[in-house]
């Protein structure tokens, strides 16, 4: 089934700086993959996808790169603000759309 | 357009009690996924809910047990509550049951068992 993980539990960065956070995964039922991200007392809220099709995807800010050959992803966020401090969550699809997640990178952005 | 909503908020109970969570779907969804949140964890998958029946499960006891009712709401059911079941409870509701409809989540139901 799938498994998936981050690299790093926490990323420090400041204020302007762009922002990758990791994941791996061992195995995917869909090769198909969300980033969440959760701030404090908030459940997950959804940032942007990737489907197996994909090497790269890019939303306001933020772009996913899905590399299928090493089982990776990662998230950048450009220009990274202090609203952007929180919990960064990859999941995988497995079959009949239930999610998998890892556990989380938090992301510190310091002014 | 309100979102994924969850009662309550907050929930204290004692082992060997019962709880009950209740969700509110995005509107226009109409499957329901529920999600168990410790603390500094990923969510882990319980059930999911979709045409009034619980159509994939996750590795959880029996002691859980949801129900989803015709306006798409849904509840989970918690049994005989160990310590061990204090946790961040979520739903998410997503279009259908296709794979890569996105699902979205509510804020949470904080249980505390003491």
């Known amino acids: 089934g799938e498994s998936v993980g981050l690299h790093l539990p926490t990323l420090s960065v400041q204020e302007g700086d762009n922002s990758i956070i990791n994941c791996a995964y061992s195995?995917?039922?869909?090769?198909?993959f969300i980033w969440y991200k959760q701030e404090s007392g908030k459940g997950p809220q959804f940032i942007i996808d990737?489907?197996?099709?994909?090497d790269k995807r890019q939303g306001q800010r933020v772009t996913v790169l899905l590399n299928k050959t090493v089982k990776h992803l990662s998230l950048q966020i450009a220009a990274t603000q202090p609203g952007d401090s929180a919990v960064y969550f990859c999941?995988?699809?497995?079959?009949?759309?239930?999610?998998?997640f890892g556990k989380g990178t938090m992301l510190l952005v310091s002014p | 357009d309100a979102g994924v909503t969850q009662s309550p908020t907050h929930l204290i109970k004692t082992r060997g009690q019962q709880v009950t969570l209740r969700c509110s779907p995005k509107?226009?969804?109409?499957?329901v996924s529920w999600y168990q949140q410790a603390l500094g964890q990923g969510p882990q998958f319980i059930f999911q809910?979709?045409?009034?029946?619980?159509?994939q499960r996750g590795n959880f006891p029996d002691r859980f047990s949801g129900h989803q009712f015709p306006n798409y709401s849904s509840e989970l059911n918690v049994n005989a509550l160990l310590l061990g079941d204090s946790a961040l409870y979520l739903c998410?509701?997503?279009?259908?049951?296709?794979?890569?409809?996105?699902?979205?989540f509510g804020p949470g139901t904080r249980l505390t068992v003491l």
């Open positions: 809910y979709y045409e009034e029946e619980e159509r």
């Open positions: 998410a509701s997503s279009p259908g049951t296709s794979l890569g409809n996105t699902q979205y």
């Open positions: 990737i489907r197996s099709n994909m």
């Open positions: 509107s226009g969804h109409d499957t």
């Open positions: 999941a995988g699809y497995e079959e009949y759309s239930t999610l998998t």
């Open positions: 195995n995917s039922a869909s090769d198909y």
